[in-house]
């Protein structure tokens, strides 16, 4: 089944302890996007992969970290986490032929920061 | 840099009937993709319709078409014959071919069917 999967659904923990949000996509899919997701402010894009290596700033990328180093995986690092980073966080992918692509969602993440 | 706005917070419709909801967007580029997506309240995002900016036909997929307005930059989305499970939160989004790596989302419009 083609699948995005993220890693954990749900998460609660303390300010400065360092944390990652892994994501898994089977699809073979070069594009790989995190977002995170706030009451009235819709979803805004953290950081974006386009392959193996290649990584790019969204619209937040302050305070998180990412890697690619298979083109399954994009795990999301906070390195020292802050109560305002308290979200919803959705991992996405496509291809990359062009402009067409839709994008695939996990099921997203559930972080709490205290 | 892109922009996608929607302006109805919130939206009620009756069961059965028709309802539209709005989306304008500004870009730079000259070739562009426009998707709308549901999340239901159990919080996945699932996608409903895509238009291109070259498309001369507005899409449609079932219930669900897309009012494409290239020059006044709308792509508002129709869904016909409503049902109770459309009650949803709806965004509109948008990718650029120059990079198409970059991804923008509106806020989001809740949509609620009345029995």
């Known amino acids: 089944e083609a699948q995005v999967t993220q890693n954990p659904r749900y998460l609660i923990t303390v300010t400065g302890k360092k944390l990652t949000v892994t994501c898994s996509q089977n699809?073979?899919?070069?594009?790989m996007s995190w977002y995170r997701q706030d009451p009235g402010l819709g979803l805004r894009q953290i950081y974006y992969?386009?392959?193996?290596?290649?990584?790019d700033k969204g619209d937040v990328p302050e305070g998180y970290k990412v890697s690619r180093k298979e083109k399954r995986n994009f795990p999301l690092i906070l390195e020292s986490p802050s109560p305002n980073q308290t979200s919803l966080y959705f991992c996405?992918?496509?291809?990359?032929?062009?402009?067409?692509?839709?994008?695939?969602f996990g099921p997203g993440t559930r972080l709490t920061v205290l | 840099a892109q922009k996608i706005t929607q302006t109805q917070p919130g939206m009620f419709v009756q069961e059965k009937e028709a309802v539209t909801l709005d989306c304008t967007y500004d870009t730079s580029d000259q070739s562009y993709g426009l998707f709308w997506y549901k999340q239901p309240s159990s919080g996945e995002m699932i996608f409903l319709i895509y238009?291109?900016?070259?498309?001369?036909q507005n899409a449609t997929e079932g219930r669900y078409s897309l009012n494409f307005q290239k020059a006044r930059k709308s792509a508002n989305l129709v869904i016909s014959a409503s049902q109770l499970g459309d009650s949803a939160m709806y965004f509109c989004a948008m990718r650029g071919t120059a990079n198409a790596g970059k991804s923008t989302f509106g806020d989001g419009t809740t949509l609620t069917v009345k029995p």
């Open positions: 238009q291109g900016s070259y498309d001369e």
């Open positions: 699809m073979n899919h070069e594009y």
């Open positions: 992969s386009m392959n193996v290596e290649v990584t």
């Open positions: 996405a992918s496509s291809f990359l032929s062009g402009s067409t692509d839709t994008q695939y």
